[in-house]
């Protein structure tokens, strides 16, 4: 019987011609072949199975889908087939009882039996009704020992034909204890025996299942990849009779072994369509339909018309041995075709979500459900499982149900990519505040933080047309700019948010529009000279800045449902930032003004003082600042510095900001001294003056990248306007408002505004020439006496004049005696504010000076 085991007893049906049939064993061949060329509903294709030493069950014949309900009815066409065979194997092993050895060998090796087409008619209450058609024949040509060819040709040729009465045949399993496998009743049978003819099957046979929980243990370790090997033994009695010679009765046994790499594999399957959607349920609830069509191909004769079978769909649970139900599923009738794609239709009905599918695992931030969705998203396999029904439909036959509702079959689903998921991402009301100066490293407040209106447009998957609203967003993400990573934006806090959702049209797929608004969220700065980049193109570009958001996404979302927590969504987009200027000089709309001065501390070299500055926001951001210190310059030369604490900076005008500044030029030595000298003369002279502001790298103390990113910004602008006290507004822009001369005392004076509202400014030195119509000389006053120019308008005491007697200018002022005149006038002048003196020029035009006795 030994060799019976290894002789191939079933051909392949693309034998090659000119080859006697049957050359190649049909264990070697899966009965359903890959897949590959249907397409999937993800534009994906199946990469086939090449792995022939994969281990799976010879319980399946492979002939249906990936389907848990075609898995078992995929079970049965196996075994009538192997029951064909038995029955062909066992018929020419009792011819060989009753003739000597060398015909029994011959017989076994000539032996070619061909399944042409094998289908399931129907299933009973005890098992299958199947038709099988097949072909038998006898091969000399396969027989190697001459001697044995000869004496079995002969001994064929002379006995003609062999038939059985009504056999039984029981298939058990050797290596489980003799495990019954199940039973056929095949009908009588004549088998024609001489050498090449043909002789054709077409019969109906009973097929009972044996042993349901065996069957179940060998399913599961095929499914499980643990079957390396199966051995299947035939038993018959056999009535044998040639022609009208009857032969008796002969028990006869036959044993198939199948290796791991002849064992069909699991076929090859394309899931084409998936689509989800609410439907109504019990009562006034909502639940979800999935519905899911699969593909695989049948390359075999095997015909099967499947009934509408129930199943459970399961998933993962934080342990993997533990299973959680999700939703129960019922497939379409389905019908097998020889050689022909077999598509499945699935509609699985969720009726609510189990607990425990969306509670937190020990020790970890994610449940089940967040752990399959993060698969899904990340474009990989997520693994369902399938089991029959604990609940089958009534008109399903114990057995059946019994067998389903007890192997568990592992599915792996594609995953989709959500990359190009964002479609746009922008905001708006944009609201920085600057960090807490005094705040530990450590701390949230120690990085500046952004507030405002976001608005992401995000695709939807096609298969997606189930009702969703994102309620509250929360996020951990890194911005880059260009290929440099900026800095994080952390959003851990959940915000509050809404969507809508926008139908697909001819053009677009749907999309979710979702509305949030952050607040305060951190944005930790990690690389300084991209954020320097960012600011000055943000300042002084013509382009949109485009930011590149990368982030895990923590969603809370309302579905039919109820309310999920879908956790680390991935999500990429881009920001276009709209630049300030769009090419053009905006820091003139600043328009900076000095509503007030006071000053707090002098020494030999500087001033310390506190100013109220109006200024007006051209931008449309906004900004908190608890504090930051500024370098002021000109000529590129750092002058003073100024300090801004407490202040909300809003749209367009902004009043009455403190200011507290140090004065000190010579900190940039003499260079720096004459800069600043130069700098304040042409300021109260009038003259059109610009200063620059930058930051450096303790603008805002514990921020050093930061502050590196700020430092490398100037922003140049229009030196603030004194509001000088008194006059009409073309008056209070000159420090010098009028004079009056007195002609035979030579003598004048001149009324003084002071911007200080609370500090007096004393004049030691006074050298100063009056000019009429810009060039002719009227006069000197010089004067070495100190005098007062206290808050306000003050009108300084009689200074000398010395005329310039002939000058044009002095006949000019002679003819204005009680009258009136324009003048100009060029002064060096000596100044002292407490401690701080200072010597500074003055030219002052179109002076109104009245002309007295």
């Known amino acids: ?48 199975n090449h792995d022939g030493a994969s281990v799976r069950s010879h319980l399946s014949d492979g002939s249906s889908i990936h389907s848990h309900k075609t898995k078992s009815t995929r079970r049965w066409p196996s075994f009538i087939a192997m029951g064909v065979l038995g029955l062909m194997v066992i018929a020419i092993i009792a011819l060989a009882y009753v003739v000597p050895d060398a015909v029994q060998e011959y017989a076994k090796q000539a032996a070619v039996v061909e399944p042409t087409s094998l289908s399931l008619e129907s299933i009973t209450a005890d098992g299958l009704r199947a038709r099988i058609q097949a072909t038998f024949r006898l091969d000399g040509a396969r027989v190697a020992n001459d001697h044995v060819r000869r004496v079995g040709k002969a001994a064929t040729w002379v006995a003609n034909q062999l038939g059985t009465e009504e056999t039984t045949i029981v298939v058990t399993l050797p290596d489980y204890e003799d495990l019954l496998l199940g039973t056929a009743a095949i009908p009588p049978l004549v088998i024609h025996l001489k050498d090449g003819d043909v002789t054709d099957f077409d019969f109906v046979t009973e097929i009972v299942p044996g042993n349901m929980e065996g069957i179940r243990s060998i399913a599961n370790e095929w499914l499980e990849g643990r079957l390396d090997k199966v051995r299947l033994r035939g038993k018959a009695e056999l009535a044998l009779k040639s ?17 791991a790499k002849k064992i069909p594999a699991m076929p090859q399957y394309n899931i084409t369509r998936l689509n989800v959607k609410d439907v109504p349920g019990p009562g006034d609830k909502q639940s979800m339909l999935a519905e899911v069509t699969i593909v695989a191909h049948n390359e075999y004769p095997v015909k099967l018309d499947v009934p509408e079978l129930a199943f459970e769909i399961l998933v993962p649970g934080c342990d993997t041995d ?47 459900l967040d752990i399959l969705l993060r698969q899904y998203m990340q474009g990989e396999p997520a693994t369902f499982y399938v089991r029959g029904s604990s609940r089958p439909d009534g008109s399903t036959p114990r057995w059946v149900a019994e067998l389903l509702s007890s192997v568990t079959l592992p599915v792996a689903f594609p995953g989709k990519s959500l990359d190009g998921l964002i479609r746009n991402f922008s905001m ?25 209106n976001i608005l992401v447009t995000a695709g939807l998957p096609s298969e997606m047309n189930f009702g969703i609203n994102v309620t509250k967003v929360r996020a951990l993400a890194d911005v880059y700019y260009k290929k440099d990573k900026l800095g994080v934006l952390d959003l851990k806090k959940w915000q509050d948010a809404n969507s809508t959702r926008v139908e697909a049209d001819k053009k677009h797929e749907a999309s979710l529009k979702i509305a949030s608004r952050i607040n305060e969220a951190p944005l930790h700065v990690t690389n300084g000279t991209a954020f ?64 007030s001065l006071r000053i707090l501390d002098t020494t030999s070299t500087s001033i310390t003082l506190q100013a109220l500055v109006n200024v007006t926001n051209p931008t449309p951001y906004t900004a908190s600042v608890p504090y930051v210190n500024i370098h002021v310059l000109h000529n590129d030369t750092v002058l003073a510095d100024a300090t801004v604490e407490n202040v909300e900076i809003v749209k367009g005008d902004n009043t009455d900001i403190l200011v507290t500044a140090t004065w000190n030029p010579s900190r940039s030595g003499e260079s720096g001294h004459q800069i600043g000298r130069d700098l304040v003369s042409q300021y109260l002279s009038g003259f059109n003056t610009s200063i620059t ?3 450096h790298r303790k603008s805002i103390p514990g921020q050093p990248i930061l502050c590196e990113g700020l430092s490398r910004l100037n922003l140049t602008l229009a030196a603030p306007k004194l509001e000088l006290p008194g006059g009409t507004e073309e008056e209070r822009s000159h420090f010098i408002r009028d004079a009056t001369f007195h002609f035979f005392s030579s003598t004048a004076t001149f009324t003084l505004a002071s911007p200080l509202k609370f500090n007096t400014i004393y004049i030691d030195y006074v050298n100063a020439t009056a000019f009429y119509n810009h060039t002719e000389e ?3 006053i010089v004067r070495d006496l100190p005098f007062e120019a206290p808050p306000g308008q003050s009108t300084t005491p009689r200074l000398p004049v010395q005329w310039s007697v002939g000058s044009v200018g002095y006949d000019a002022v002679r003819k204005a005696l009680g009258g009136n005149l324009k003048l100009d006038a060029r002064a060096n002048v000596d100044v002292r504010l407490g401690n701080w003196k200072e010597s500074l020029w003055y030219i002052g035009r179109g002076i109104g000076a009245r002309v007295r006795f």
């Open 693 to 695: 502001v930058k930051a």
């Open 428 to 452: 708006s009301d944009v609201h920085f505040t600057m960090p807490d100066p005094f705040a530990d490293p450590d701390d949230p407040a120690s990085d500046p933080t952004v507030s405002g």
């Open 778 to 780: 009227i006069g000197r």
């Open 1 to 48: 019987m030994a060799s019976g085991e290894t002789s191939p007893l079933l051909s392949t049906a693309t034998a090659a011609k000119g080859k006697s049939l049957g050359n190649n064993s049909g264990e070697t061949t899966p009965l359903l072949s890959s897949t590959t060329d249907t397409p999937r509903y993800d534009g994906d294709n199946d990469e086939p």
């Open 322 to 368: 533990d299973l959680i139900v999700i939703a129960d599923a019922v497939t379409s009738e389905m019908f097998v075709k020889p050689r022909s794609d077999v598509q499945a239709d699935v509609h699985g009905i969720i009726r609510e979500l189990p607990e425990s599918l969306t509670r937190d695992c020990p020790n970890s931030r994610s449940s089940p």
């Open 243 to 259: 022609g009208l010679l009857p032969l008796g009765t002969h028990s006869v046994a036959e044993s198939l072994v199948f290796e």
């Open 532 to 595: 320097g980049d960012v600011v000055q193109q943000l300042l002084f570009g013509r382009k949109a800045i485009q930011l590149t958001v990368k982030a895990a996404v923590d969603v809370k979302v309302e579905t039919s449902l109820g309310q999920m927590v879908l956790k680390e969504v991935p999500a990429e987009g881009m920001i276009p930032v709209k630049p300030l200027s769009n090419g053009k000089d905006w820091t003139g709309d600043l328009t900076p003004k000095v509503r």
